[in-house]
T-cell receptor, first 113, second 114 residues
Framework: AQKVTQAQTEISVVEKEDVTLDCVYE???????LFWYKQPPSGELVFLIR??????QNEISGRYSWNFQKSTSSFNFTITASQVVDSAVYFC??????????FGSGTKLNVKP | DTEVTQTPKHLVMGMTNKKSLKCEQH?????MYWYKQKAKKPPELMFV???????INESVPSRFSPECPNSSLLNLHLHALQPEDSALYLC?????????????FGQGTRLTVV
């Protein structure tokens, strides 16, 4: 069975603080893909990053960074120097050799000025 | 063009009405999806079309009827809905059916059934 857990339901930070969103996944597959999506109040899910199960390299893109650790089945997302525009719901998702995304329950991030 | 366009953005319908949601993409993607999202919940997969054929139906009630007229268009026909069907309906597309491809989502249709 596939499962994605985002234990943080809601996080509030003040602008310029760093914040880490946690994602823990379960799968028995050896080949799988992990994703992060951002959902602003407008509704659309915006793709942020994809990682395959064989690539544990961390990635940095501007203020965003991702830490993938197979040993702990985690794929955490850090926003450095958060901004008000980062306020959104963030979803972590797992995908196998299939068309289905298994989404976590989402973490709502509130960044206050 | 990396857009998935959904119309209408908002829809209010009665339980005896028939309506359709439309989705369009011009990225040459061959997989298209319908998701349903209730407030404060993650999206739930409803249907997947791969190369214009229905490949996944997640046991969705027959009052929801998908249609893929061509590779760029995806419709969701609604009939005799219930108030609990009120939700955000999201369309998505991806380059192919492979698990490695990211999906691009539209802004959704906020549906209210009265």
């Amino acid at each position: 069975a596939q499962k994605v857990t985002q234990a943080q339901t809601e996080i509030s930070v003040v602008e310029k603080e760093d914040v880490t969103l946690d994602c823990v996944y379960e799968t028995r597959d050896t080949t799988y893909y992990l994703f992060w999506y951002k959902q602003p109040p407008s509704g659309e899910l915006v793709f942020l990053i994809r990682r395959n199960s064989f690539d544990e390299q961390n990635e940095i893109s501007g203020r965003y960074s991702w830490n993938f650790q197979k040993s702990t089945s985690s794929f955490n997302f850090t926003i450095t120097a958060s901004q008000v525009v980062d306020s959104a719901v963030y979803f972590c998702a797992l995908r196998r050799n299939f068309n289905k995304f298994y989404f976590g329950s989402g973490t709502k991030l509130n960044v206050k000025p | 063009d990396t857009e998935v366009t959904q119309t209408p953005k908002h829809l209010v319908m009665g339980m005896t009405n028939k309506k359709s949601l439309k989705c369009e993409q011009h990225m040459g993607h061959r997989a298209m999806y319908w998701y349903k999202q209730k407030a404060k919940k993650p999206p739930e997969l409803m249907f997947v079309y791969s190369y214009e054929k229905l490949s996944i139906n997640e046991s969705v009630p027959s009052r929801f009827s998908p249609e893929c007229p061509n590779s760029s268009l995806l419709n969701l026909h609604l009939h005799a809905l219930q108030p609990e069907d009120s939700a955000l309906y999201l369309c998505a597309s991806s380059q192919g059916g492979g698990a490695w491809t990211e999906a691009f989502f539209g802004q959704g249709t906020r549906l209210t059934v009265v």
